[in-house]
């Protein structure tokens, strides 16, 4: 029989529905704390930064909620994503195993990231809000969310990673063309910025800092609002069409994963392919593991601490309850900038914590070996984000082909890499230095961990 390579949805079939892991978690999250008090705040506390409808979204029990038709009609121009069987891959590795990827690199954005830019974009737009404002690393969320906010009539303002703004100078002219203002961060605009470069003038910045900055700016502002490309529950709730849509289609393939692999920067991109297939776990008892890459040089699942941490550098977040290598600490400048976040989302957290999800570690060189095979293979040059799901991938079923078994293994492809040449071509001249953060180096970022009394 032919093998299947390429699974579509019409556009009757896209799921309407965002899918809330909340209203089916065994162990419900611990609530965000106000730094000061230490008692848990209420959805108004975020009212400064955030529209009601997405705070009502971070807060949500239910378990689905409608995606609204003018989000749809967004979604439509690139929706329902390709779900592909990587079956030049499955040919090179010579392996036993099938291989799916969901491909989320073919809108206008290039990543998953404009599945919730929209959303949000919307829900601000709604509210009446004027301006947005924003952190980027990489440089694939500030484009996501460029051209949804001119798209809704929305001004935006972007705090970008200084060392992606110097090493990514596509993505910061993309922003532009989509009508978007771009900073580097740390920057002189903000006083969270001045600080920071008051202390280290060459500072390469970090999400953490870039947060910070995007905050300040909001807060100052009844008509700015601040807006985040993960982490959040209501991020993650917009990424779960990528994981309703992927169920659809392995039914449509006659399969079903015995593995579902993201990579993980702050846990949107995974949550939202995985956390469908976790659903179909926990209500129907579908076996399944759900398994997360992260790059050793930031390994705040595989080896940071869970505990109350704040999810910017200046501590202007509430308190969470997360997987964190510090809210100071700066990662080393490995390419997979988005990536390069010191904490994970409150949910995965929980549920990494309760057993649900497994984690890994991964050196950059053999992620873009990964990377580079899967190019030659299946004629898509990832992100170097995606490589890291790869690299899982790879590992699954090369494990699978010593163990003698034959495993069905899904990943999500979140984007692509064609702003991302430079690395590549660092990795071809052999310049892309592996780095892992030791158990040592994690305590010490840990000890520095300081929370207000
Ligand atoms: C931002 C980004 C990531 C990491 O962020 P998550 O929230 O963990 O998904 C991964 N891949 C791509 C292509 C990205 O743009």
Avoid at 116 to 127: F, G, L, P, S, V
Avoid at 327 to 342: C, D, S, V, W
Avoid at 364 to 382: H, Y
Wanted: hydrophobic content about 40%; glycine content about 8%; charged content about 20%.
């Amino acid at each position: 029989m032919k093998k299947t390579r390429k699974i579509l949805l019409s556009e009757k079939e896209m799921p309407r529905q965002w899918y809330n892991i909340l209203a089916d978690m065994p162990n419900k999250p611990l609530p965000p704390l106000n730094p000061a008090t230490r008692e848990p705040i209420g959805p108004e506390a975020l009212a400064a930064v955030f529209p009601m409808g997405l705070i009502k979204q971070e807060v949500a029990t239910e378990r689905y909620i409608d995606i609204p038709d003018e989000v749809l009609d967004l979604y439509k121009t690139y929706r329902p994503s390709p779900l592909f069987r990587a079956v030049n891959l499955e040919k090179a590795l010579g392996t036993k195993s099938k291989i799916y990827y969901k491909y989320e690199g073919g809108n206008y954005s290039g990543s998953h990231k404009a599945n919730t830019a929209i959303a949000q974009a919307y829900y601000n737009k709604e509210e009446g809000i004027k301006r947005i404002t924003t952190e980027t690393g990489a440089g694939q969320w500030g484009s996501a969310m460029s051209f949804a906010c001119h798209h809704f009539g929305l001004e935006l303002l972007v705090f970008m990673v200084r060392v992606s703004y110097d090493q990514k100078p596509g993505r910061k002219i993309m922003m532009k063309a989509y009508n978007a203002q771009v900073v580097a961060s740390p920057s002189t605009m903000t006083a969270a910025g001045r600080k920071v470069l008051e202390l280290d003038p060459e500072s390469p910045g970090s999400l953490g800092i870039a947060i910070s900055e995007a905050m300040e700016v909001a807060v100052q502002d009844p008509y700015t609002k601040y807006s985040l490309g993960s982490v959040l529950n209501h991020v993650i709730l917009h990424q779960t069409i990528i994981g309703q849509e992927a169920l659809l289609q392995m039914e449509k393939a006659g399969d079903y994963p015995d593995v579902v692999i993201g990579c993980f920067g702050g846990g949107s991109n995974f949550s939202g392919i995985a956390f469908p297939f976790l659903r179909e776990k926990l209500l129907n008892d579908k076996n399944i593991r759900l398994l997360t890459v992260e790059p050793a040089s930031c390994p705040k699942l595989t080896k940071g601490k869970f505990m109350y941490d704040f999810g910017d550098s200046a501590g202007m977040t509430p308190l969470l309850p997360m997987y964190t290598l510090g809210h100071n600490f700066i990662p080393e400048k490995i390419h997979a900038g988005g990536l390069r976040y010191h904490g994970a989302g409150v949910l995965v957290s929980q549920l990494l914590k309760d057993g649900f999800i497994e984690a890994k570690a991964k050196m950059q060189m053999e992620c873009f070996e990964g990377g580079v095979l899967f190019a030659r293979t299946e004629g898509i040059l990832p992100a170097p984000e995606s490589n890291y799901a790869i690299a899982g991938a790879l590992d699954e079923a090369r494990k699978a082909d010593i163990e003698g078994v034959s495993r069905t293994i899904l990943f999500n492809l979140s984007g692509h890499g064609h702003f991302d040449i430079s690395a590549y071509e660092k990795y071809f001249e052999g310049n892309l230095p592996d780095h892992e953060l030791t158990s040592s180096e994690v305590e010490e970022a840990i000890s520095k961990i300081q929370l207000p009394d």
